[in-house]
C-alpha cells in the first residue's frame, strides 16, 4: 500500500473501534485553559471526549496534553493543537496586506516557513492561516488579514504561504497544518461590517470569491475553515452547497473542514435554526467536521444518529476527515515536539527575513521634486514626528498574539541608528494614540518643525484600528491626524508622511499637502530597519498596491476589476459638482457611472507603487495575433531602467475579455514578475498565456473560455500599460 492508502486502512481500523462518543470526542475543538490543565479537561482527553485544543502555547503543557490524549486514553488518539499564526509567531512580518503588496511568492512562503517552524517549537501543529478572502471594501477591519482585491494574486500568494506552513513534508516536525479561510465569501461583508450578511449571487461567488480557494486546495491545503457570514441566506457554516456540492464533490477535497469560533452555534442568531441540536444537525449535515469552541456536536450528535436523522457513515466521514489530517501530520508516529529540533526563535536569520519581507512591503505612494531619499547628512536638521515613530507594540499590527514587542525595531531608533546613535535626532510623538482628537501636542510640533529643514511624520492607525470586528465606517486618518498635517504644511516645508494602518485610508484631504508618501501597512517586527533604509536610500521602494485607495470612503467599494457597466463614466462624461451650471437642464449631466462630488478614480489603483528610478515600458508582442482553445499565446515587453539607481520592479499582465456569456471585468490580473535592473539597463519580460486561463463561469455555471477578441496589456499597474490585442478562434 501506499502512504494514503495506508493512512485510509489506518482510519478505517480506528474507527472500527471508536464509540460514538469517541467519534464526536474527534470532532470537538475546544479553547484552552490557556497554560492550566482542570481536572475537567484532564477527564474529557482520558475519555477521548476532546480531538483538538487551540490558543495552548506552552511547550510543557502541549506535551502533557499530548502525553495525556496518546498515553491515557483508551485508543491514544493524538490531539490538533491550533494557533492563529497569521504573519508571525515570535518574529512578526508584516501584516498579510503587507506582504501582499511585496508580490513575491518566494519571500512569503519563507515568512510562512519560519513562523511555522516558530509555531512548531512550543508543538502548535495546526494555524488557522492564510486568509484569502477577497476584500474591496477598506472599511472592513479584516481586510489587513487579507491578501487583497484581487483573485488571481491572492491565489498566487495563498498557495505560497501553505507550502511555507505545511513544507514539503506535512508529517515533518517544523511542518503545520494549514487553513484556507474564512470559505467563502466573507469580505464581501456588507459595509463592511464584520460578520454582516453578504448576498453573492453564484456567478459572482465563482468568479471572484471561490477562485484564491482552488488554488489552495490545489495547493495541498490540509483544512478549510468556514466562515461566519450569512450567504445569500444560508449561513456558510451550514450551506451543503459550498460544502459539499463545489469543496468535496467539484474539487475533491479531502482535507478537514473547521468552523469558525462559535460559528455552528450562532446559526441560532443568524435565524437559521431554533436550538443548538438544530445548529449541530445543520452543520455536520452540510459537511462541518470539526466544531470550534461551541460544543452542540458533542451534545446533539449522538441524539441524531440515534433518531436515525444522521447516519453514522455520515459521522464517519466527519471522523476520518480529521483522522486523515493527523495522520498526515505524523502525529500517532511522533505526538511530542523536542525543542532541540528547532532553530532558536528571532534568530538572526528570521529577522532578517522580516526585515527583507517589510522592505519589500512598502509601497512609494508619492515623492514630488524628489524628496526622497534623503541622504544622513540631513538627519540633524530632520523633524521626525508622530504617534508611530517609535512604538515597536503598534507596529506589529493585527493578530499578533505571541509577537515578542521587545524585539521590535521601530523607526526612530533606527534613525538615531544612523547617525550613530547620536540622540540629537529631533523628535516629538505629538500624540499618545493616533484616535486622539486633542491638539495638545500640536505647538511643540509646530515649533520643533519650524527650527528643521524637513518633516517626517510617522502616522495612520494604531494596531487595534484593524483586524477582526474593527471596522470603521470612515477610513480618513483617525483622530486630528489631518489636522496635524495641515498646521505642519502651512510652514512650507517638504512633509514626508510614512502611513502604517491596516487598511488603505481615504486620504483626499491631506494628500495635496504631502510631498512624499511611503504606506508601510504594519511591517512587523522590523519595521524600523526596513522604513529607515528606504527612506536613506539604502535601498528603493519595490511595492505595488494589492488594493485600491479611495479617495474617500464614499466612493467604496472600489476596485479595479470592475464591470464596465452600460454607462461608464470617461473623462468626456464625468462632470463635477461645481461646474455644474444653476438651472442645467437634467439631461446633459453626464448620465454614466461616477459621483458629482468625487473624480470616479481611485487616489491610486491596485498594483500602483512608485520607485526611487523610473521605467520605460516598450515594444509590447503579442504573438501569435491569433490562438485556438487549448493553446497558449505569448506577450512580452522591453522594460528599461531610465533612472540613476538599481531597483525592482514588478511587471504585470493584464488582460480582458472584450464579450462574454457573462460580463467580464474591464481588466484581470493574469501574471506578474518581480525584475531588478541597474540603471540603463533593460530587459525583455515573457509571458505565455494559456486559454485555460482566461476561463470564466458562465451563466449557467459552467468554466468556459470562450472565443472572442481580447485586450491585453503589460505594465506597472492597473491603470497604465502597453496595450495589445489578440483572438480566441473557434
Ligand atoms: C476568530 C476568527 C478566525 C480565527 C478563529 C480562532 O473569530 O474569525 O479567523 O482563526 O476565531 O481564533
Redesign the pocket.
Known amino acids: 500500500m501506499n502512504r494514503s492508502q495506508h493512512i485510509e486502512s489506518k482510519i478505517r481500523e480506528l474507527i472500527d473501534h471508536m464509540s460514538i462518543d469517541e467519534k464526536v470526542g474527534q470532532l470537538t475543538l475546544i479553547t484552552s485553559a490557556e497554560g492550566q490543565i482542570p481536572d475537567s479537561l484532564r477527564e474529557d482527553i482520558i475519555a477521548g471526549r476532546i480531538g483538538g485544543i ?2 495552548e502555547t506552552q511547550r510543557e503543557v502541549i506535551h502533557e496534553l499530548q502525553r495525556i490524549a496518546t498515553e491515557e486514553s483508551r485508543l491514544g488518539i493524538p490531539l490538533l493543537v ?1 494557533r ?1 499564526v497569521i504573519h508571525g509567531f515570535k518574529t512578526i512580518f508584516p501584516i498579510p496586506l503587507g506582504q501582499a503588496a511585496t508580490w513575491n511568492p518566494t519571500l512569503i512562503e519563507q515568512a510562512a516557513r519560519i513562523s511555522a517552524q516558530e509555531a512548531a517549537s512550543t508543538g502548535i501543529n495546526w494555524t ?2 492564510p ?1 484569502m478572502d477577497i476584500a474591496r471594501d477598506p472599511r472592513w477591519g479584516r481586510i489587513a ?1 487579507s491578501l487583497g482585491e484581487d483573485p488571481y494574486l491572492t491565489g498566487v500568494l495563498a498557495a505560497a504561504m501553505i507550502r511555507g506552513f505545511q513544507g514539503t513534508d506535512l508529517s515533518a516536525p517544523d511542518s503545520i497544518a494549514a ?1 484556507a ?2 470559505f467563502a465569501g466573507y469580505g464581501a461583508s456588507e459595509s463592511g461590517r464584520d460578520y454582516n450578511t453578504t448576498n453573492i449571487p453564484e456567478n459572482e461567488l465563482r468568479n471572484v470569491y471561490l477562485p484564491p480557494f482552488k488554488a489552495a486546495v490545489n495547493a495541498g491545503v490540509a483544512s478549510v ?1 468556514t466562515s ?1 457570514s450569512d450567504i445569500d441566506g444560508v449561513p456558510a457554516t451550514a450551506n451543503e452547497k459550498l460544502l459539499r456540492h463545489i469543496l468535496r464533490d467539484e474539487w475533491q477535497y479531502d482535507g478537514l473542514v473547521v468552523s ?2 462559535d460559528a455552528i452555534y450562532q446559526l441560532i442568531e443568524h435565524g437559521l435554526c431554533a436550538n443548538s441540536k438544530e445548529a449541530a444537525y445543520e452543520a455536520a449535515n452540510a459537511g462541518v467536521d470539526m466544531e ?1 469552541f461551541s460544543q452542540t456536536y458533542r451534545e446533539h450528535l449522538p441524539e441524531w444518529v440515534a433518531e436515525g436523522k444522521l447516519s453514522m457513515a455520515q459521522i464517519d466521514a466527519l471522523v476520518a476527515n480529521v483522522l486523515r489530517m493527523k495522520f498526515r501530520l505524523g502525529l500517532f508516529d511522533q505526538p511530542y515536539t523536542r525543542a532541540e529540533d528547532f532553530p532558536p526563535v528571532a534568530n538572526a536569520s528570521f529577522r532578517q527575513a522580516a526585515y527583507q519581507t517589510a522592505l519589500e512591503s512598502i509601497v512609494l505612494l508619492k515623492n514630488e521634486n524628489h524628496v526622497l531619499p534623503l541622504s544622513k547628512t540631513e538627519l540633524p536638521t530632520l523633524a521626525v514626528m508622530g504617534p508611530l515613530a517609535d512604538d515597536g507594540y503598534e507596529q506589529l499590527g493585527t493578530w499578533i498574539f505571541d509577537g515578542d514587542t521587545a524585539l521590535s525595531q521601530t523607526p526612530l531608533q533606527a534613525l538615531r541608528a544612523a547617525m550613530n546613535g547620536e540622540n540629537s535626532l529631533r523628535y516629538a510623538r505629538v500624540m499618545e494614540t493616533t484616535r486622539q482628537n486633542t491638539r495638545e501636542g500640536f505647538a511643540g510640533a509646530i515649533q520643533l518643525a519650524k527650527q528643521s529643514e524637513k518633516i517626517l511624520l510617522f502616522l495612520g492607525e494604531e494596531s487595534i484600528l484593524s483586524g ?1 470586528a474593527h471596522c470603521r465606517a470612515d477610513i480618513r486618518l483617525p483622530g486630528n491626524q489631518e489636522e496635524l498635517i495641515h498646521e505642519l504644511a502651512k510652514l512650507g516645508k517638504p512633509l514626508i508622511v510614512v502611513i502604517m494602518a491596516g487598511r488603505p485610508l481615504a486620504l483626499q484631504n491631506v494628500i495635496d499637502k504631502i510631498d512624499a508618501l511611503l504606506m508601510a501597512w504594519h511591517p512587523g517586527t522590523m519595521a524600523g530597519t526596513a522604513i529607515a533604509d528606504l527612506l536613506l536610500g539604502n535601498a528603493a521602494p519595490s511595492g505595488k498596491l494589492p488594493v485600491t485607495f479611495p479617495r474617500v470612503t464614499g466612493q467604496i467599494p472600489i476596485y479595479y476589476n470592475q464591470k464596465n457597466t452600460g454607462r461608464p463614466a470617461t473623462p468626456e462624461t464625468y462632470i463635477h459638482i461645481d461646474e455644474i451650471e444653476r438651472g442645467a437642464p437634467q439631461v446633459s449631466l453626464g448620465n454614466t457611472s461616477y459621483h458629482f462630488d468625487v473624480h470616479y478614480t481611485p487616489l491610486f489603483p491596485f498594483g500602483f507603487g512608485l520607485s526611487y528610478t523610473q521605467f520605460e515600458y516598450r515594444h509590447l508582442q503579442v504573438n501569435p495575433s491569433e490562438i485556438k482553445l487549448g493553446e497558449s499565446i505569448t506577450i512580452r515587453a522591453n522594460i528599461r531602467n531610465t533612472g540613476e539607481r538599481e531597483a525592482a520592479e514588478i511587471v504585470q499582465l493584464y488582460v480582458r475579455d472584450l464579450v462574454g456569456n457573462v460580463t467580464r471585468p474591464v481588466k484581470e490580473l493574469k501574471g506578474f514578475q518581480k525584475i531588478r535592473l541597474q540603471p540603463g539597463e533593460q530587459t525583455t519580460v515573457t509571458f505565455n498565456l494559456s486559454t485555460d486561463e482566461l476561463a470564466f463561469y458562465n451563466r449557467n455555471m459552467v468554466r468556459v473560455t470562450e472565443p472572442g477578441d481580447f485586450h491585453v496589456w503589460i505594465g506597472s499597474s492597473s491603470a497604465t500599460g502597453l496595450r495589445g490585442e489578440f483572438a480566441i478562434i473557434p
Open positions: 487551540l490558543n491550533g492563529d488557522f492561516a486568509m488579514e487553513c479561510k474564512h475553515m461566519f469558525d469560533w470550534m477582526e
